[in-house]
């Protein structure tokens, strides 16, 4: 699987996307999410609060209970601020 991260969230981890292995269970964004902020701690704060972050699977934009597979490209975005 192929994730990407957007705007800050790459301070956050340190890189724009890297390839991954899914672990075994991990068959939807929010267990996704929850290996990554595993994975990087500075994420894990941004990624616990419930609409902080945007989901795209294959370029659609999808909430967390959305399927993930091997095959999938995931983007995660930090919330849009605007004025």
């Known amino acids: 699987m192929r994730v990407t991260y957007f705007s800050w969230l790459r301070s956050k981890t340190g890189l724009a996307s890297e390839e991954i292995d899914l ?9 996704l999410v929850n290996f990554l902020s595993g994975r ?17 699977v294959n370029r659609r934009y999808v909430e ?18 605007g004025g």
């Not at 672990?23 to 267990?31: Q, R, Y």
């Not at 990087?40 to 795209?56: C, H, I, K």
């Open 23 to 31: 672990p075994d269970g991990c068959n939807t964004i929010a267990s």
């Open 40 to 56: 990087y701690p500075d994420l894990a704060a941004v990624a616990s609060a419930e609409g902080n972050l945007r989901f795209t």
């Open 64 to 81: 967390r209970d959305h399927p993930v597979a091997s095959v999938d490209t995931v983007g995660l975005f930090p919330p849009v601020t």
